[in-house]
């Protein structure tokens, strides 16, 4: 199972590898430059975290690659059987943190499931649409959503962790999409979706904690409160565009390090970086992202089999969608949900998981030859 052709190394993909390798760096440096004190303080350890999280990332990623993915297909259901069973027992004994229970302890080591649930949740999507033949009906559309959706989406929504929910939401709507819906499913759809929309919407704004119900209105509204809850929306949009064309300089940005941008080192890291590199630097950035999306679609194109082609296209869907949710936050085109930006923004177990769907991801492309069955 786990032995290692010298034709997959012939195979490797050099490419998505280099390309996420340089965003993860970029993301070393922007996270030292936005945690950085001033010369008589203790300068923060997490870029030095980070880093180690990266060099554990890609021992996990060549893991992922060396071993055929039809394995997780064929794992798929006790894979996510062990997902679920995990978000249950975050809501149970989770530890609490900035309003929201998602982490679970182990020892001095704190990871947060939710983050490994979004591949193991694709990998269970892509193996049971894989096994249903032609386009989609209502019935299977119905049945797919509420035997593989709504209970994750549900314990996720309970944490809080809107922005995962959200994201479980997207990449499933997008799946069913590009595995094909009968005409008749998806108009059904349209249609029930505006008529429940505000039925929904209620329960959803009544399931809310006030922060995020803050979060909502400033997005509407950022000048309502400009130093309340308007105030994360206001400093990214000042960071981002003190950066002008060229930006100011590798360590020469001021709303980061001097604390004018909140969870400067996560969510809003963009801005951190837009600053400091300005319209040109952040054109760059894109380009990398754009060259991983475009490689993922390329990869699903060339899947030698049904269920790769519906995995590359949901791991490439997961880092579509918490690009342009995290971008369209920093700059309020979008509601803050607390999504990290895949392999910028601090976080351990956000880094891991990201690289584990790349060595995904290149394992169906390494294996996109018939000569590999």
Known sequence: MFRIDRRLIQNFDWVTFATVLAISLIGVMTIFSATRQPADEIQSPLFMKQLAWLVVGIVAM???VSFDYIWLGRI???LYLTGVAFLVLVLLLGKVGMG?????????IAFQPSEFFKLIFVIMIAQYLSMLGGELDTVQLMRTFFVWVALPFILLFKQPDLGTALVVAFLFASMMLARGLRQKA?????IV???SLPFVGNIVWSGLKGYQKNRLVAFVDPDAD??????????????IGSGEITGKGFLKGTQGPFRFLPER???FIFAVFAEEWGFLGSLFLLSLYLILIMRGLDTARKAKDSFGRMLALGITFMFCIYFFINIGMTLGIMPVVGIPLPFMSYGGT?????FISVGVLMNVRTRRFTLFY
Do not use: C, E, M
């Open 265 to 267: 080192h996560t969510d």
């Open 226 to 239: 400009p130093t309340g809850i308007g105030y994360h929306i206001n400093q990214s949009k000042v960071a």
């Open 193 to 195: 979706g505006l008529v």
């Open 186 to 190: 998806l108009l059904l759809v349209v």
């Open 350 to 354: 956000a880094l891991l998981s990201n």
């Open 62 to 64: 060549v893991v992922f």
């Open 76 to 78: 798929a259901f006790p």
């Open 100 to 108: 929201a229970q998602r982490w679970i302890s182990l020892g001095p």
